[in-house]
């Protein structure tokens, strides 16, 4: 029995084509050419001014906490349902990490929470657009503008995914992509950070770069900064498949409709949900369990594995996992977040490649009404 992959890309000739040349060319002074043209195709897709292509989405949030000026004493809050890699760069710039609950219909940051969580010593929130789905940002802003605080929108998941007409990464102080193997877009691995906000950009753009600023002096560092420069191969794969964003982003969407019509009336089941004003880009088709079935991630997961079915868990709530067991931040959450906790149990992700077909699909779902039968 063929396994079915809970993700993976889709590669054709214009990928191979364009890493092919820059193989053969990206060298000395070609050696930008792809990362402007991948660049500029990309804020002109999310609608911002500024995009600078980065190893990693860890590498944009490092970048962008540490171009607000985020340090020792800070406070940045994060919901505490995502992947670690959202919160580990407060720690970079020296900040503390404060866990906020999420909404139990998104599964994204719970906006009265995080306003429940702010003290004199915040300053920044990240927002996490959770497998492909958004939080309520007007909401979000309302409370970051009157306690003057920023937003970073980790869109990591999310390439595709619109707010009341804005396009996901465009709706914070800056916005950040991974370009991981997983995601609807890539470049093997990767990131981005986009930005409105010319301040933000340009001190970004020293401290990715050892601390030279833009135009100045070769090789004359005015500061310590990070290496954090994306290789000319990944540009080229890169602009392959943003030129491609809306194909692979209408695949994503077509294959959670499939689950919509296999799984969508399954008592005790939610799937993703689309709010009103929004468009989800579903990196991921989820599937969180009422705690009234008794059956949680794991035990779904390996009854699916069984059927040769690969899935992945809901995210741990942060405040669980043993790298922040000690600190007082993750015991409180523990305490206070009761949406996390309740809904991270009993989640799972189903398989969401690119390559997915209906039947798969339907293969999918026989397993899983199998598993709840059991």
């Known amino acids: 029995m063929n396994r079915i992959p809970v993700a993976g890309p889709s590669i054709t000739d214009r990928e191979v084509d364009y890493v092919t040349d820059a193989v053969r060319r990206a060298w000395y002074g070609q050696a930008s050419e ?40 800070d406070e940045v809050i994060v919901p505490d349902v995502t992947w670690i890699a959202t919160s580990a760069p407060v720690d970079y710039v020296g900040g503390t990490v404060v866990f906020a609950d999420i909404d139990p219909a ?17 300053k920044a929130i990240i927002a ?36 009341f007409g804005q ?5 914070g102080d800056a916005g950040t992509f991974s370009f991981h193997g997983s995601k609807t877009l890539t470049t093997g691995e990767g990131g981005m950070l986009v930005t409105n906000r010319e301040d933000l950009w340009e001190r970004a753009s020293t401290l990715r770069d050892h601390g030279r600023a833009p135009g100045e002096v070769a090789f004359w560092n005015v500061e310590v900064g990070f290496k954090y420069k994306m290789s000319a191969l990944q540009a080229a794969l890169g602009l392959a498949q943003v030129e491609r964003v809306g194909e692979l982003v209408a695949k994503k969407r077509a294959a959670f409709g499939w689950y919509q019509e296999e799984l969508g009336g399954l008592d005790g089941v939610t799937l993703n949900v689309e709010p009103s004003g ?23 997961a390996e009854r699916l594995s069984r059927d040769g ?18 600190r007082p931040e993750a015991s409180r959450a523990r305490e206070r977040n009761v949406v996390a906790y309740r809904v991270a149990d009993h989640g ?7 390559s997915l077909t209906r039947e798969q699909v339907s293969r999918v779902a026989a397993s899983f009404r199998s598993a709840l039968a059991q």
Not at 130 to 150: D, F, K, N, Q
Not at 167 to 171: N, Q
Not at 349 to 354: D, G, R, Y
Request: hydrophobic share 45%; proline share 6%; net charge neutral.
């Open 167 to 171: 396009k996901a990464g465009s709706l």
């Open 309 to 326: 079915i690969d899935t992945r868990p809901f995210f741990h709530p942060l405040s669980s996992l043993p790298a922040y067991a000690s």
């Open 106 to 122: 998104t599964w994204c940051v719970s906006v009265p929470s995080v306003e429940a969580c702010i003290t004199p010593r915040t």
């Open 34 to 73: 792809y990362h402007l043209r991948f660049e500029a195709a990309f804020s002109a897709y999310v609608g911002t001014r500024r995009a600078m292509a980065l190893p990693s989405c860890t590498s944009a949030i490092h970048l962008a906490l540490a171009g607000l000026g985020v340090g020792p004493g």
């Open 278 to 300: 929004t468009r989800n880009a579903f990196w991921m088709a989820t599937a969180v369990l009422d705690s009234a079935r008794g059956l949680k991630k794991h035990d779904l």
């Open 348 to 354: 799972i992700n189903l398989p969401s490649s690119l």
């Open 128 to 163: 996490v657009d959770l497998y492909g789905g958004v939080p309520a940002y007007r909401e979000l802003r309302e409370v970051a503008s009157r306690h003057g605080i920023a937003i970073i929108e980790d869109a990591a998941e999310a390439i595709g995914a619109e707010y």
